[in-house]
Nanobody, 122 residues
Framework: QVQLVESGGGLVQPGGSLRLSCAAT????????MGWYRQAPGKQREMVAI???????NYADSVKGRFTISRDNAKNTVYLQMNSLKPEDTAVYLC????????????????WGQGTQVTVSS
């Protein structure tokens, strides 16, 4: 059994900053890519940022230069530092982690967090 626990969302004024965290716990043999997605009301879920187990990163064009994704492999945790926030960043942010639970299998399953609300408003 694997759990992803997110934290760090909230209400912030335009131009402000927030840091999201997502910790994976449970039966974990190894972790591949970790990422953040977001979904605003009435819109499709979109990728925000992804980081591979080798540290390579990929960002949505809308957040490049403002958001930074990082990971702590010792803590099985992924972070999203969000700076210069805009009202259009308002959404539920969800983490996604590819986890291999057994040494006997090479399969990495997608695991999703419960989501954390980020609201950017004055």
């Amino acid at each position: 059994q694997v759990q992803l626990v997110e934290s760090g969302g909230g209400l912030v004024q335009p131009g402000g900053s927030l840091r999201l965290s997502c910790a994976a716990t449970g039966s974990i043999f190894s972790i591949n890519a970790m990422g953040w997605y977001r979904q605003a009301p009435g819109k499709q879920r979109e990728m925000v940022a992804i980081i591979t187990n080798g540290g390579n990163t990929n960002y949505a064009d809308s957040v490049k230069g403002r958001f930074t994704i990082s990971r702590d492999n010792a803590k099985n945790t992924v972070y999203l530092q969000m700076n210069s926030l805009k009202p259009e960043d308002t959404a539920v942010y969800l983490c996604n982690v590819e986890i291999r639970t057994h040494a006997s299998s090479s399969y990495y399953a997608d695991n999703w967090g419960q989501g954390t609300q980020v609201t950017v408003s004055s």
